[in-house]
């Protein structure tokens, strides 16, 4: 499975971004995908993740703010950040997750999202 990320970028805070992160290759592996990000200093820690029937689930310091989606058709996730705040700004990681859980991660490269005040 291969994960192309694209659609950060250096925003206001306030403002919105919208995270893409498609899949390829073996997507039958794919029980869920999600988004991690990383902040300088500070470890990966996981932000949203939709599975394939559409649940979603969000870290608490996104949820009313942050929006995660997916198009099974076209094995794309994304996701939706808005009233984006200083404290967002990290490199956001792709993730899809395997249907058996002792097989190990999909991640793919990391996208840089900036929030100036």
């Known amino acids: 499975v291969q994960l192309q990320a694209s659609g950060g970028g250096s925003v206001q805070a306030g403002e919105s971004l919208r995270l893409s992160c498609r899949a390829s290759?073996?997507?039958?592996?794919?029980?869920?995908m999600g988004w991690y990000r990383q902040a300088p200093g500070k470890e990966r820690e996981l932000v949203a993740t939709i599975t394939t029937e559409g649940s979603t689930s969000y870290a608490d310091s996104v949820k009313g703010r942050f929006s995660i989606s997916r198009d099974n058709a076209d094995y794309t996730a994304y996701l939706q950040m808005n009233n984006l705040k200083p404290e967002d700004t990290a490199v956001y990681y792709c993730n899809a997750r395997q249907w058996l859980r002792s097989d190990p991660d999909y991640w793919g490269q990391g996208t840089q999202v900036t929030v100036s005040s």
């Open positions: 290759g073996s997507i039958f592996r794919i029980s869920a």
